[in-house]
């Protein structure tokens, strides 16, 4: 009887979490590197290796993870969507039961809502990207350190879920030095245990890093700078920009600035909080100061990349509020009427965002719906593991076609114009020539055209295309599908 009265209040969180989050996954329109994560785990569930096999710009354990809920539910958009969203939830979930344990259910509940209101929570952590599981495991090691006298297994996990975070998106490295503060300042045993764990989290990393270095360095850190002329780190200018659109000035990529500018207030009142009561920066305002750092450190820099900061974000506010508590009613009632006022605007703000990620801007062609009905042309018009060249990878998930080699990511032609013909084809990219070759020689039975992104250079799709006699099949959106002549 007992074990109600604690389980019902995060089953109705789980719930309205669901409630909210589970259809706008649904609903959301696809971010176009969504394609390349899904074909990573569909070829790792089909026992290729990431970095060997082909090339893939993130570390390993993403694919591995939808690969098996894939195995336990079905290959499709709307399942993989659906983990996403669950995992989401059950980071909303983590927020909500830490919450009430160290502010009380009150604050609990408004740091939950703060978190599910979040334009940037439900615009990305909902989508298939590495935001939303690295965010959980990282979320959960700093709720294992931060509980009331955390033992050496509690220090022990922490390492494991942080190592398993960086596994999933390499930026989360930047969160190592906070929590080595707190596992020094808890004792030396703590700061073992923590590292251990940290080793034992990594060891997924690890392996893939020994067994073929070179490749491993090249996805995870120089494809990434071959994105922008100013190398890895630069262009200083966008990255002024990206800062000043998540404060709400200029274009917002469907963020909606003031929205985090409220949340960057309350950061900046905790700290200050802080420094005047002359206590240590707590650990949740460390960790969303360094990984807003480093999210601001890739070129280009996206204000996508800055949702795993919200949690962080929204504890270091409920951790201002805890500390406030005056005595004087008239104050009391002042301070009340003005976290009212913030909160109302910040939800107004969040519901602006929703139809733009329900249904949004974007073209048709950004659909599940869309994208699977290309799926099930596919589908129809090959053998099982048969080769069809696609200019995005996305349309080949959910089929049992299988890619042309080197087109496992549809920035290959482009990063591989940025070395020479002998790198990409050690790094597993298909250069601008090779796409162009397979198509004039014919040498799969479909090409599937569409870009979904135009950085130049690219193939010349549809002089190859007409020099190879490809014919138009079927047209899905702007999708064409092409079958090779007298197929």
């Known amino acids: 009887m007992a074990v109600f009265p604690v389980a019902w209040p995060l089953a109705a969180v789980s719930s309205a979490l669901a409630a909210v989050l589970v259809p706008l996954a649904l609903l959301r329109s696809i971010d176009g590197d969504e394609g390349s994560y899904l074909l990573a785990a569909k070829l790792v569930g089909e026992g290729e290796l990431p970095y060997r096999d082909f090339v893939y710009p993130q570390m390993p354990l993403l694919p591995y993870v939808y690969a098996g809920w894939s195995a336990l539910t079905t290959e499709g958009w709307y399942a993989a969507r659906l983990l996403s969203a ?8 983590s927020l909500y039961a830490y919450a ?34 690295s965010t959980l495991l990282l979320f959960a090691a700093y709720a294992l350190v931060t509980r009331e006298r955390p033992g050496r297994l509690a220090w022990a996990a922490a390492g494991i879920a942080l190592g398993l975070a960086i596994d999933t998106r390499l930026l989360f490295a930047a969160a190592v030095p906070a929590f080595a503060w707190a596992g020094w300042h808890a004792g030396r045993r703590a700061a073992a245990m923590l590292a251990a764990g940290l080793l034992a989290g990594l060891v997924p990393a690890l392996v893939f890093l020994a067994a073929d270095p070179d490749r491993f360095l090249w996805d995870n850190l ?4 071959t994105r922008s002329s100013s190398g890895l780190v630069g262009d200083v ?7 000043a659109n998540l404060l709400g000035f200029g274009d917002t990529d469907g963020v909606v600035g003031p929205q985090f500018l409220l949340l960057a207030i309350a950061a900046g009142a905790a700290t200050f909080a802080a420094l005047l009561l002359r206590r240590r920066l707590p650990l949740s305002l460390a960790i969303a100061f360094l990984l807003g750092g480093a999210s601001l450190l890739p070129t280009p820099t996206y204000p996508q990349y800055f949702c795993v900061t919200v949690p962080f974000l929204v504890v270091s506010l409920l951790e201002l509020l805890e500390r406030v508590r005056p005595g004087d009613r008239e104050l009391r009632i002042a301070l009340t009427g003005l976290l009212a006022c913030g909160v109302g605007a910040y939800v107004l703000l969040a519901a602006i965002d929703v139809h733009h990620y329900a249904r949004g801007s974007r073209p048709l062609d950004a659909r599940i719906a869309t994208v699977e009905r290309v799926a099930s042309v596919v589908q129809a018009n090959t053998r099982t593991g048969e080769r069809v060249l696609a200019s995005w990878p996305g349309y080949l998930f959910g089929t049992h076609a299988r890619p042309y080699p080197g087109l496992e990511n549809d920035f290959s032609p482009r990063n591989a114009s940025t070395i020479s013909p002998e790198e990409a084809h050690r790094y597993r990219l298909a250069t601008i020539a ?12 479909l090409v599937v055209f569409r870009l979904w992104q ?4 690219q193939p010349d799709w549809q002089g190859a295309l007409r020099a190879g006699r490809y014919r138009l099949l079927e047209r899905v959106g702007t999708a064409s599908i092409y079958v090779r002549s007298g197929a």
Do not use: C, H, M, N
């Open 434 to 445: 090779d796409v162009e070759r397979a198509i004039r020689a014919r040498r799969t039975r």
């Open 100 to 133: 009430a344990r160290r502010f009380g259910p009150r604050l609990a509940l408004l740091g939950t809502a703060l978190y599910a209101s979040s334009s940037l929570v439900f615009g990305w952590l909902t989508v298939v990207k590495t935001y939303a599981l």
């Open 454 to 457: 135009t950085l130049p250079p």
């Open 86 to 93: 669950l995992l989401a939830v059950g980071l909303g979930v």
């Open 222 to 225: 120089e494809a990434q700078g």
């Open 237 to 243: 200018p966008q990255k002024a920009r990206v800062a």
